[in-house]
């Protein structure tokens, strides 16, 4: 794994190589799996307060994580990050770097993989010199924000190991019922038995991660709360924005050279009484309502906001054709192991139907 080495952070407090071999009881301190924007990996140890303050998380959406609790499928949005818990990925994303919670466990050594791969591709496109006509696209495809193709990465191994579990148990599935059908025994009822438990749980471990999506896509408000990198862009244009107002000088101002706007209000106000102090206030106001860029517009212009003056409708048409693909992916899932349930409860019905058959003609012959 490319870059994976203990690194020394002192965003982190105490790394791995300054914690001492033995920790008092409760200190919560966890190896952390740290993928930067480049697709760098170290190895980090942690205890539960620095993850708090680096990520702006709660403790009780750090328990989400806790490998000792069991909690149902989560794909959570925050302000400074993304809290996922699906299948074996348990990360948490935020706008420049992924932390992973249980990159020891071989079934997710070949997703670190793939998530650096995807990171190095996404570093390599936002760097590279692009046209003016092409501020937002590299080669035709729109480039998603890095939290998004973190997120991606996590769901597309998550669906993606469920996907071919179920494939898997179909195929073990007609085989078994075929000679159930075929002959009843002990050891064809037994094999039908494991495989029908294996169906519940898989189709349960499904349902919930097809649920998750459901509700996200569902609630815009929850959509817009994953869009990390443009909250950030967005309070670094605030504090630049701020830092200017104080810098600029409110004293000596010349109202005829400094307010042309009001001049030219004043001149279209005629046949009525114009304040002057109230139009400049609905000059300011004015200022303050549209003067918000929208960060996710395709041309990158700066005229219009995210949340609409009017219908304050919230722009995530990005996030949830990403969810979307997911979604229609786990509900196909969902889908085919409904067949094998419906292909189990008529094989269970013929066999019962037959068995019964026997019982009646064992009785016959009796008497």
Not at 90 to 99: D, F, G, H, P, S
Not at 179 to 206: D, P, W, Y
Request: net charge negative; with cysteine.
């Amino acid at each position: 794994m490319r870059g994976n080495v203990t690194g020394n952070d002192d965003r982190w407090g105490t790394a791995a190589a300054a914690v001492p071999a033995i920790r008092k009881k409760g200190t919560s301190v966890r190896q952390w799996l740290v993928v930067d924007g480049t697709g760098e990996a170290q190895v980090i140890e942690a205890g539960k307060h620095a993850i708090m303050r680096r990520t702006g998380l709660p403790a009780r959406d750090l328990r989400i994580l806790d490998p000792l609790l069991s909690y149902p499928s989560t794909v959570l949005g925050r302000e400074r990050a993304i809290v996922i818990n699906l299948e074996h990925i348990k990360a948490i994303i935020t706008a420049n770097e992924v932390l992973l919670l249980n990159s020891r466990d071989p079934s997710v050594t070949p997703f670190v993989q793939e998530l650096q791969a995807r990171i190095l591709r996404h570093h390599e496109a936002t760097t590279t010199p692009r046209p003016d006509n092409q501020e937002d696209s590299h080669g035709g495809i729109k480039i998603l924000p890095f939290e998004f193709v973190a997120l991606e990465a996590c769901l597309e191994a998550a669906c993606s190991v469920l996907e071919s579990e179920a494939k898997t148990l179909e195929q073990e599935a007609h085989p078994a019922l075929d000679k159930l059908t075929s002959k009843i025994s002990t050891l064809n009822l037994e094999r039908v038995r494991q495989i029908k438990s294996r169906l519940v749980a898989i189709t349960g471990r499904v349902q919930k991660v097809r649920d998750e999506l459901e509700h996200l896509l569902d609630d815009d408000e929850d959509m817009a709360e994953m869009y990390l990198t443009e909250k950030l862009l967005q309070q670094q244009l605030e504090q630049t924005s701020d830092e200017d107002t104080v810098e600029t000088p409110d004293h000596d101002v010349d109202i005829n050279q400094s307010v042309p706007a009001a001049e030219i209000s004043l001149e279209a106000g005629v046949g009525g009484d114009v304040n002057y102090e109230e139009e400049v206030d609905n000059l300011n106001s004015r200022e303050q309502m549209f003067g918000a860029s929208n960060l996710r517009d395709s041309h990158g212009t700066r005229a219009s906001t995210t949340y609409s003056v009017t219908t304050t409708k919230l722009d995530v048409e990005e996030l949830e054709m990403l969810l979307e693909a997911y979604f229609v992916q786990i509900d196909g899932t969902l889908n085919k192991l409904s067949t094998v349930s419906f292909l189990f409860d008529i094989s269970l019905i013929l066999v019962s139907i037959t068995f019964t058959k026997l019982i009646v003609q064992s009785n016959k012959l009796k008497h």
